[in-house]
């Protein structure tokens, strides 16, 4: 049997409903590139014994309920044995081709390398403004060449590099901080737009907000973390105006990427609502602290 030339880390915190879909695509994807598919589950026994029977060759590593999605990574990592690891979450689909143009950036001498994320929840409004409010950065058309961060979620890594960079990565945070710490010590990160991801994750309005809060207030908990009072202050204060901030960003990049304008018209609403969440769950971050926030984020 071939050794795997790529290992591809997937953190399982969303359910069967999402994972297999996304296992089925690796599945086919390893016919043309043997993959060493490796599952950090969080979720418990049923699920992995339904990956074990529908997905034999994938590894899944069991992990404790509250393991939170970057430790879910970095148990990944320790595991994998491919010279090239590659990160996707539990509800990205990946197309046909996909490893093969990842090892070949690798092949072309690149040590980090990541692709676009494109949206494969199209079905109602709220499904495709929530994503265009949390990936409308990296809507087409991107760069490409070297970039200061590529998404967590369609990227790959050189495994000698990732191991030089072990400390971030166990570091309980996310994956800029350890592109921060890869370019710290030299290394670029390469962008490919033709290296697609498709993102299907379904949401309500609800599941939005809440999500969207605690992922902000995770990030700026870590943020705030080294902070003095009244740095932590000043941080929740200043986060106070980053709604309309957000709100504006979000709308400027949509329109100037074109093609979005009647989502950015009906969606406004929801985009107002996301932008809030986004900034308060900063000022409670800030003010208060992690609150086990990034435990919850899925």
């Known amino acids: 049997m071939t050794a795997p030339a790529l290992a591809v880390v997937v953190p399982s915190v969303n359910g069967w409903a999402h994972l297999e879909g996304c296992l089925a695509a690796l599945a086919a994807e390893g016919r043309t590139v043997p993959l060493e598919v490796v599952v950090a589950d969080r979720l418990g026994e049923e699920l ?58 690798l092949a072309a001498g690149e040590d980090v390398a990541g692709g676009a994320v494109e949206n494969a929840a199209t079905e109602t409004l709220v499904d495709r403004a929530a994503f265009l409010c949390e990936y409308h950065q990296l809507l087409p058309p991107l760069v490409a060449g070297e970039v200061a961060g590529l998404a967590g979620n369609n990227v790959v890594y050189r495994r000698s590099v990732l191991l030089r960079a072990e400390a971030a990565w166990r570091a ?49 908990g870590l943020r705030a973390a080294g902070m003095g009072r009244a740095g932590r202050a000043a941080y929740g204060a200043a986060a106070l105006a980053l709604p309309a901030v957000l709100l504006v960003r979000v709308v400027r990049t949509l329109l100037a990427k074109g093609g979005h304008g009647k989502d950015v018209v009906l969606g406004l609403p929801l985009f107002v609502l996301f932008t809030a969440a986004w900034g308060l769950g900063e000022v409670a971050g800030a003010w208060f602290g992690d609150g086990g926030a990034l435990r919850r984020i899925r």
């Open 48 to 105: 992995r014994s339904r990956v074990r029977a529908a997905f034999p060759a994938v590894r899944i590593l069991p992990a404790s309920p509250e393991t939170t999605i970057p430790d879910l990574r970095a148990l990944a990592f320790a595991a994998a044995t491919a010279p090239a690891v590659a990160v996707i979450e539990d509800h990205v689909l990946v197309p046909p081709g996909w490893a093969g143009r990842l090892l070949a950036a």
């Open 172 to 220: 309980g945070r996310w994956e800029d901080h350890l592109q921060a710490e890869l370019r710290r010590q030299g290394v670029r990160l390469i962008q490919h737009p033709e290296i697609v991801v498709g993102h299907r994750m379904p949401c309500t309005v609800g599941g939005y907000l809440g999500q969207r809060f605690l992922y902000s207030r995770a990030y700026a």
